[in-house]
Antibody, heavy 119, light 106 residues
């Protein structure tokens, strides 16, 4: 079935780095744009980054621009989020999500991976 | 950036009630609006896209309406499994979510 599975979360010190992965299955990964969305504990949803189906364009929220990098490997059906210069306010559950295609709503979400930035 | 304002931020209702949640965009977004349901510890689930189109598999008691800047999500007859937090999201430009509406049991 259509599925997204995130991995790579954990505890990291402020200023540290972490790379998240999102493994896709059950659909033609290379045909769809992908997003990262995060949710701080007890808070709402915050869009983080988007990459087009072929990796040609990438967009970032102001809160992560210059620190996070979204990428994808269509040969491995995997989406990535490289997070550098991490701050306490980056602590959140990180979700990857697939866009529908014709419409850009997020129709498939992963289960999320927790990132905790703490000393 | 387009701001999305949901109201109320929380509400208490009983099974069988009709519930309406509103979402206002800070500028016109045509019908580029989605609604999601999120239960504790779970990923969000797409309910409605294009402001009023029901996602496959979503019960017909959910409906959406609106265009431009003002939108509503209606649950016609609240069921026990509908107690959750609901988010609107615009995808007219860089995605932006509303602050969420928590639907609790009265």
């Amino acid at each position: 079935q259509v599925q997204l599975v995130e991995s790579g979360g954990g505890v990291v010190q402020p200023g540290g780095s972490l790379r998240l992965s999102c493994a896709a299955s059950g659909f033609t990964f290379s045909s769809y744009g992908m997003h990262w969305v995060r949710q701080a504990p007890g808070k709402g949803l915050e869009w983080v980054a988007f990459i087009r189906y072929d990796g040609s364009n990438k967009y970032y929220a102001d809160s992560v621009k210059g620190r996070f990098t979204i990428s994808r490997d269509n040969s491995k059906n995997t989406l990535y989020l490289q997070m550098n210069s991490l701050r306490a306010e980056d602590t959140a559950v990180y979700y990857c999500a697939k866009i529908m295609g014709i419409y850009d709503a997020f129709d498939i979400w992963g289960q999320g991976t927790m990132v905790t930035v703490s000393s | 950036a387009i701001r999305m304002t949901q109201s109320p931020s929380s509400l208490s209702a009983s099974t069988g009630d009709r519930v309406t949640i509103t979402c206002r965009a800070s500028q016109g977004i045509s019908s580029y609006l989605a609604w999601y349901q999120q239960k504790p510890g779970k990923a969000p689930k797409l309910l409605i896209y294009a402001a009023s189109t029901l996602q496959s598999g979503v019960p017909s008691r959910f409906s959406g309406s609106g265009s431009g800047t003002d939108f509503t999500l209606t649950i016609s007859c609240l069921q026990s499994e509908d107690f959750a937090t609901y988010y609107c999201q615009q995808y007219y430009s860089y995605p932006q979510f509303g602050g969420g509406t928590k639907v609790e049991i009265k």
